[in-house]
């Protein structure tokens, strides 16, 4: 039973254009969300997180938007790079529960 | 700087051989955590630990143990390993929700 699921297994997208990742999440128990970046060889990275007392998060050029009702949050990377290029996991958790479940990923590719 | 590492890095084992992979934290993290990353499965938790000296199972535990004696180490073990376990294994810390890994062991079972 995949609690979080990356239905979209890659995503080519031209520099300078912005980016949509998309998660959806069956468990209604989870409270807080995390996006991670993933480079070949290396391990996954922290991007940007929200908690469900929020509907949306900025950092720089990615903002995370949570949207309770559909079970579905994404990430947008406005304007995209070439150095975006990576897999973008997504991760939900109940806060206190302390384990973090991923989703499939999706393989994002920068077109200069 | 170091923050987790894992060892080894690669592996090549055969089938019913043992192995113990190895990760260190030095952030003084509270939890820890054993992830295997396979082809269009995502990472999925096999073990976990919220404090020295306590485990838990996660998502796919099966066919693997794991020890945290000090703070800073999580053991992960295979006692007979199998062709299923061969993925790519990531080790992370945490001390609230965001998760810091390893840069991961790929394990091959032959």
């Known amino acids: 039973d995949q609690q979080v699921k990356q239905n979209s297994p890659s995503l080519s997208v031209q520099e300078g254009r912005i980016s949509i990742l998309n998660c959806d999440y069956t468990?209604?128990?989870?409270?807080?969300f995390l996006w991670y970046k993933k480079y070949p060889a290396e391990g996954p990275t922290f991007l940007i997180s929200i908690s469900s007392i929020k509907d949306k998060n900025e950092d720089g050029r990615f903002t995370v938007f949570l949207n309770k009702s559909a079970k579905h949050l994404s990430l947008h990377i406005v304007p995209s790079q070439p150095g975006d290029s990576a897999v973008y996991f997504c991760?939900?958790?109940?806060?206190?529960?302390?384990?973090?479940?991923f989703g499939q990923g999706t393989r994002l590719t920068i077109n200069p | 700087n170091a923050g987790v590492t894992q060892t080894p890095k690669f592996r090549v084992l055969k089938t019913g051989q043992s192995m113990t992979l190895l990760c260190a934290q030095d952030m003084n993290h509270e939890y820890m955590y054993w992830y295997r990353q396979d082809p269009g499965m995502g990472l999925r938790l096999i073990h976990y630990?919220?404090?020295?000296?306590?485990?838990a199972k996660g998502e796919v535990p099966d066919g693997y143990n794991v020890s945290r004696l000090k703070k800073q180490n999580f053991l992960l073990g295979l006692e007979s390993a199998a062709p299923s376990q061969t993925s790519v294994y990531f080790c992370a810390s945490s001390q609230g929700t965001e998760a810091f890994f390893g840069q991961g062991t790929r394990l091959t079972v032959v």
């Open positions: 991760a939900a958790s109940v806060q206190g529960a302390q384990k973090l479940v």
């Open positions: 468990n209604s128990m989870f409270d807080y």
């Open positions: 630990s919220v404090g020295e000296g306590t485990t």
